[in-house]
């Protein structure tokens, strides 16, 4: 009994002795909050890669109907096309997103992909199209490559036309021009074979229709045609689109002179 008792003395004064250093310690106010000067938020652009790796793998996914934007309904997707040699339009458009975002993102932008990676299915046109909206994005860019006769080539931009909002009236227009500018800047050829003068007004592409922030569809090539399947092929000439295409986005947020 003895010893128990002197346990709890000590322990009674151990705790007195550390009640008091707590009563003892100065009272200092909590310092004010400094507010941190108030910085713009960075612009946010999506960035929509044609397709996917598994589209072609999974064609009952692909080609469920979904709204088109302008009363119909068309295929969540398509597999897209190739080079002769195989490379696929999917892969291009990812590879040159990647370093489209890259160069976005060094510029002080804040980058959303449609889609993560290279080996899934959809996501869908319709949504695709809504984006823009849903990352509250200043721009949106689908980046395609397109397959056509390979006696054809060059770029085009396509726009929603006739447009369903402001935006597509306005605003799409300019982004879709300041990526044609930037693309013939860049050394790029306007189409020989479809639009005019680098610009493609469509009704038909949902991607284009959903959008209600401004919207671009670039197609940058035809993979169809040898010299430019060469181009696409190469991680230099991926750069070279993914850097015209920056530069457009960068020229239609003034964040370029
Ligand atoms: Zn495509």
Redesign the pocket.
């Known amino acids: 009994m003895r010893t128990s008792q002197c346990v709890v003395l000590v322990a009674a004064a151990v705790l007195t002795v550390a009640c008091s250093g707590a009563a003892a310690a100065p009272e200092r106010p909590a310092p004010a909050p400094v507010a941190a000067p108030a910085a713009a938020a960075p612009p946010v652009v999506v960035l929509d890669p044609?397709?996917n790796g598994r589209n072609g793998a999974e064609p009952a996914a692909t080609r469920r109907l979904v709204p088109d934007g302008r009363g119909g309904e068309k295929a969540c997707n398509?597999a897209?096309?190739s080079t002769g040699a195989g490379y696929p339009?999917h892969a291009f458009?990812f590879d040159v997103a990647k370093r489209v975002a890259a160069k976005l993102e060094a510029a002080g932008a804040r980058v959303v992909l449609t889609r993560p990676d290279d080996h899934g299915v959809g996501p869908c046109v319709d949504e695709r199209g809504r984006a823009g909206e849903a990352a509250g994005a200043a721009a949106a860019v689908s980046i395609?490559?397109?397959g056509a006769a390979p006696g054809s080539s060059g770029f085009h931009v396509a726009y929603s036309d006739p447009p369903l909002n402001p935006v597509q009236a306005g605003p799409a227009k300019e982004l879709a021009t300041a990526l044609r500018d930037a693309l013939r800047s860049g050394g790029f050829r306007d189409s020989d074979y479809i639009g005019r003068d680098g610009l493609s007004p469509r009704a038909d592409l949902a991607g284009l229709n959903h959008a209600t922030r401004p919207t671009a569809l670039v197609?940058c090539a035809n993979m169809r045609n040898p010299d430019e399947a060469a181009l696409v092929s190469s991680p230099a000439g991926r750069d070279r689109y993914a850097a015209a295409i920056a530069d457009g986005v960068l020229a239609f947020l003034g964040l370029k002179d």
């Open positions: 044609g397709h398509t897209g096309t339009e458009a395609h490559a397109d197609e």
